[in-house]
T-cell receptor, first 113, second 117 residues
Framework: TQLLEQSPQFLSIQEGENLTVYCNSS?????LQWYRQEPGEGPVLLVT?????EVKKLKRLTFQFGDARKDSSLHITAAQPGDTGLYLC?????????????FGKGTKLTVNP | DAMVIQNPRYQVTQFGKPVTLSCSQT?????MYWYQQKSSQAPKLLFH???????NEADTPDNFQSRRPNTSFCFLDIRSPGLGDTAMYLC????????????????FGPGTRLTVL
């Protein structure tokens, strides 16, 4: 069974601080996605990483896929209150072609003004 | 804009009273999913349709059923809701063709928040 472990589970920081969220597994994934979910809404896809070592940037957010495709990180620079939400990583199995994702348990981020 | 729509957004029902949640999509995606999400937890997959093929998760209670009358619509039926079924129910879609390379990016609706009293 493939598992994705996210850390930290909860994170409360002040506006302007930097933070990193981690997503780790002992399994290899063919791709990994990051979603952000705001309270009372559905998750919204932020990025998909597919190549080992890949780095993608989305404004103040930087996503990295580990060289072995077993882990990923999300780094936010100068966090803002609008970044508050539940961040979920989700992986697609190594064999690919599966229509199911493995979700991490999420990191609940609160950015205080 | 292409999107995933869920109705109703909020539903309150009585213990044991059947309830149906609906999902529609304009993305023309062939795969549709139903997830259950409890407070600040990851979504838990209940079942999904790959085209017309229904795929149930092993730990999904029999109390939960689904119908997909056509590509655009999918329904979640809870036959006898219990207090533990209070949760957010999320519908998602993706495009996936076996044998082809897709990254299974899922597009979620806004969810239906179900409260069982």
């Amino acid at each position: 069974t493939q598992l994705l472990e996210q850390s930290p589970q909860f994170l409360s920081i002040q506006e302007g601080e930097n933070l990193t969220v981690y997503c780790n597994s002992s399994s290899v994934f063919s791709s990994l996605q990051w979603y952000r979910q705001e309270p009372g809404e559905g998750p919204v896809l932020l990025v998909t990483v597919v190549t080992g070592g890949e780095v993608k940037k989305l404004k103040r957010l930087t996503f990295q896929f580990g060289d072995a495709r077993k882990d990923s990180s999300l780094h936010i620079t100068a966090a803002q209150p609008g970044d508050t939400g539940l961040y979920l990583c989700a992986g697609e199995g190594y064999k690919g072609g599966s229509e199911k994702l493995v979700f991490g348990k999420g990191t609940k981020l609160t950015v205080n003004p | 804009d292409a999107m995933v729509i869920q109705n109703p957004r909020y539903q309150v029902t009585q213990f044991g009273k059947p309830v149906t949640l609906s999902c529609s999509q304009t993305l023309n995606h062939n795969v549709m999913y139903w997830y259950q999400q409890k407070s600040s937890q990851a979504p838990k997959l209940l079942f999904h349709y790959y085209d017309k093929d229904f795929n149930n998760e092993a730990d999904t209670p029999d109390n939960f059923q689904s119908r997909r009358p056509n590509t655009s619509f999918c329904f979640l039926d809870i036959r006898s809701p219990g207090l533990g079924d209070t949760a957010m129910y999320l519908c998602a879609t993706s495009v996936n063709k076996r044998g082809a390379r897709y990254y299974n990016e899922q597009f979620f609706g806004p969810g239906t928040r179900l409260t069982v009293l």
